[in-house]
Every structure is written in structure tokens, then in C-alpha cells.
T-cell receptor, first 115, second 110 residues
Framework: GAVVSQHPSWVICKSGTSVKIECRSLDFQATTMFWYRQFPKQSLMLMATSNEGSKATYEQGVEKDKFLINHASLTLSTLTVTSAHPEDSSFYIC???????????FGPGTRLTVL | DAKTTQPPSMDCAEGRAANLPCNHSTISGNEYVYWYRQIHSQGPQYIIHGLKNNETNEMASLIITEDRKSSTLILPHATLRDTAVYYCIVRANTGNQFYFGTGTSLTVIP
């Protein structure tokens, strides 16, 4: 299957700082990428849909000013957690949609810990 | 919102077939059934998907009932590496979003 990478794989930051997470589709162009959040022992929760060249669409209850999403190219989407707080500590996972076969490929995830 | 119901956990003996059920009684005519699995602290891995016919690939088989209200994922010969959370998701082919339910935590026992 296609490869989706995330960087960094883990990050620890102080409360109040901002953290950027990158999601890249390595071997195909993805017009649409998705961002999920997963708390311990819970399922994945869709946060937003990221479309190349346009504004992201956020799920209900997700603060768009806190979770900034940029999808500037067909292979890169970024999620910036602004003014992070301990409750933002979570496992963040991206996925990339390949229209060719209506498939979605997930990245390995980024573990964010806010102290 | 997730539109599927799965048992929270299951055990399976190594080498035996693992049969994971999923209920999707409100599935629409244009919605596919997808199965993904997630090994601890990793991203979900695609397994298989289908619309109404049974499907088989190198990883698993997907059996969908005739009324499409439920399905079963079959891992024919479970190994210890199949221990994971398995998610059944329904999604229209015209839409892209996946909404995950709670999944089934499968433990393969030696």
C-alpha cells in the first residue's frame, strides 16, 4: 500500500507553546487529508478534513483557531496545535485519500505530550 | 457519527480462524463496509472492504449478509501478530471521511 509519514513521531512541549505536526504522502498526490485524535484506550476521533488549496473543514466541537491546518501542496498537510495545554496531550494521526481506488492510508501517528 | 456496533473484545487461539462480527443495520445502499486494524500506538492498517459481495484478499475474508445489515471479518489462521483493535466502518463511496466506532480488541492466545 501507499506510504504516509508523520513528523515528528513524538514531541514533548511546555504548556502555552505551539507544536506543528507534518503529514506527508510519499508516493501519491493527496487532494484530501484527514486529521484524527486518539486518547488512551479510546477510538480515533476525526478532527478535520484538509483539502489542498482551500480551508479545512472542522468537525463539530473542534476549535479551528486552536488546531490550525494547512494543506499547501498535494503531498503535505500540517496540523499546528496552538497554545497547547496538558489536555491536548494525545495521539494525533493523519490519513491521505487516494482517489485512484477510493483508498485512505494512515500515517504512523504523533504522540504529543504537553507538560 | 459511527454507524457500526462491534463487540468490545474477543479472544482467539493461535492458528484458529478469528471471526469478528459487525452490525451496521442502518447502512445505506451506497455505503461500503471497510475494515481496518490498529496495533498498539500505530496508525490504522487497511484490511479489506466490500459493498455487497463477499471479498477475500491475502489478509482476510469479508462476509456481508444478503440484507447488508451485518458483516464478519475472518482471519483464517490467526497469529500473535494479529492481536490488535479491529474497526468496522461504513462509508459512502462518494464521501471521504471515516468515522471510527469503538472497535473490537482481538487477543490471539498462544
Amino acid at each position: 500500500g501507499a506510504v504516509v509519514s508523520q513528523h515528528p513521531s513524538w514531541v514533548i512541549c511546555k504548556s502555552g507553546t505551539s507544536v506543528k505536526i507534518e503529514c506527508r504522502s510519499l508516493d501519491f498526490q493527496a487532494t484530501t487529508m484527514f486529521w484524527y485524535r486518539q486518547f488512551p484506550k479510546q477510538s480515533l476521533m476525526l478532527m478535520a478534513t484538509s483539502n489542498e488549496g482551500s480551508k479545512a473543514t472542522y468537525e463539530q466541537g473542534v476549535e479551528k483557531d486552536k488546531f490550525l491546518i494547512n494543506h499547501a501542496s498535494l503531498t503535505l498537510s500540517t496540523l499546528t496545535v496552538t497554545s497547547a495545554h496538558p489536555e491536548d496531550s494525545s495521539f494525533y494521526i493523519c490519513s491521505a485519500y487516494r482517489a485512484y481506488n477510493n483508498e485512505q492510508f494512515f500515517g504512523p501517528g504523533t504522540r504529543l505530550t504537553v507538560l | 457519527d459511527a454507524k457500526t456496533t462491534q463487540p468490545p473484545s474477543m479472544d482467539c487461539a493461535e492458528g484458529r480462524a478469528a471471526n469478528l462480527p459487525c452490525n451496521h443495520s442502518t447502512i445505506s445502499g451506497n455505503e461500503y463496509v471497510y475494515w481496518y486494524r490498529q496495533i498498539h500506538s500505530q496508525g490504522p492498517q487497511y484490511i479489506i472492504h466490500g459493498l455487497k459481495n463477499n471479498e477475500t484478499n491475502e489478509m482476510a475474508s469479508l462476509i456481508i449478509t444478503e440484507d447488508r445489515k451485518s458483516s464478519t471479518l475472518i482471519l483464517p489462521h490467526a497469529t500473535l501478530r494479529d492481536t490488535a483493535v479491529y474497526y468496522c466502518i461504513v462509508r459512502a463511496n462518494t464521501g471521504n471521511q471515516f468515522y471510527f466506532g469503538t472497535g473490537t480488541s482481538l487477543t490471539v492466545i498462544p
